[in-house]
């Protein structure tokens, strides 16, 4: 089922909603207290943003950024399952360079989500391994955006 009820926006989410908080979850070790924690994180720090992508009036990916001002990492990126492949996380990360008028954007990610980065223009290169995973540092920058 895709979400194709009205056009594709971005919007800032001033609180963690939850439907937005489950998309966020996606991105995040499934423990509930640190769930639970990290949400309430993006409600009282203000360096941290939280941005979804809707199609109509559904959130179908949403973003969790810690903004320092033309920089910004990208803490959590979800996806709902059904929607995965759509170029929905795509368009968000984009669009927020623009949106945001960022010079750089960056994220760490692992095997699972390191393609995604490489297909959006980010530059990869390998980070510490952590619990014996690799990991990746990636970096977008103005200009280089695809």
Same mark, same amino acid.
């Given at each position: 089922?895709? #979400? =194709?009820?009205?056009?594709?926006?971005?919007?800032?989410?001033? %609180?963690? &909603? /939850?439907?937005?908080? $489950?998309? !966020?979850?996606?991105?995040?070790?499934?423990?509930?207290?640190?769930?639970?924690?990290?949400?309430?994180?993006?409600? #009282? =720090?203000?360096?941290?943003?939280?941005?979804?992508?809707?199609? %109509?009036? &559904? /959130?179908?990916?949403? $973003?969790? !950024?810690?903004?320092?001002?033309?920089?910004?990492?990208?803490?959590?990126?979800?996806?709902?399952?059904?929607?995965?492949?759509?170029?929905?996380?795509?368009?968000?990360?984009?669009?927020?360079?623009?949106?945001?008028?960022?010079?750089?954007?960056?994220?760490?990610?692992?095997?699972?989500?390191?393609?995604?980065?490489?297909?959006?223009?980010?530059?990869?290169?390998?980070?510490?391994?952590?619990?014996?995973?690799?990991?990746?540092?990636?970096?977008?920058?103005?200009?280089?955006?695809?």
């Amino acid at each position: 089922m895709t #979400s =194709d009820s009205g056009p594709s926006t971005l919007r800032r989410c001033e %609180g963690v &909603t /939850p439907e937005v908080g $489950a998309l !966020l979850a996606l991105a995040m070790w499934p423990d509930p207290a640190r769930i639970s924690a990290t949400l309430s994180a993006y409600a #009282s =720090d203000p360096e941290l943003q939280v941005w979804a992508w809707t199609t %109509g009036d &559904t /959130p179908v990916c949403a $973003a969790g !950024l810690r903004v320092q001002g033309k920089r910004a990492e990208v803490l959590h990126l979800g996806t709902r399952p059904q929607e995965r492949g759509q170029g929905h996380a795509r368009r968000l990360v984009l669009a927020l360079m623009d949106r945001l008028h960022l010079g750089r954007l960056e994220a760490e990610t692992d095997d699972d989500s390191v393609g995604f980065y490489r297909q959006c223009g980010f530059t990869v290169t390998a980070g510490e391994p952590r619990g014996g995973r690799p990991r990746y540092r990636c970096t977008l920058t103005a200009g280089a955006v695809s």
